[in-house]
């Protein structure tokens, strides 16, 4: 099975800030700071999906083509950088 340590690091992080927003929210903190923090809690998961996202594709384009050259592997990573656009 294909690791994903850096995906459930963020998704940890998400955890946290959704933790947070919870906490400030019952403890009556100002809407503005709610806020920030939740928006914070969309960017955490959105870089995470992004990351699985992105490493699945790789993962299986490796797996159907075998190793990558450089060469290659530095296209899919501005494809991947592109698709952030999206």
Do not use: S
Not at 8 to 20: D, F, N, P, S
Not at 24 to 31: A, F, K, P
Not at 35 to 49: C, N, P, S, T
């Amino acid at each position: 099975m294909h690791e994903h340590g850096n995906i459930t690091a963020r998704l940890k992080r998400a955890h946290g800030h959704l933790g947070r927003t919870i906490t400030m929210l019952d403890g009556g903190r100002d809407v503005l700071e709610v806020a920030q923090q939740m928006q914070a809690v969309i960017g955490a998961l959105q870089k995470a999906k992004t990351a699985l996202v992105h490493d699945h594709i790789e993962h299986h384009l490796e797996e159907a083509t075998g190793p990558l050259p450089k060469k290659v592997r530095e296209q899919i990573a501005q494809l991947a950088a592109l698709a952030k656009y999206l």
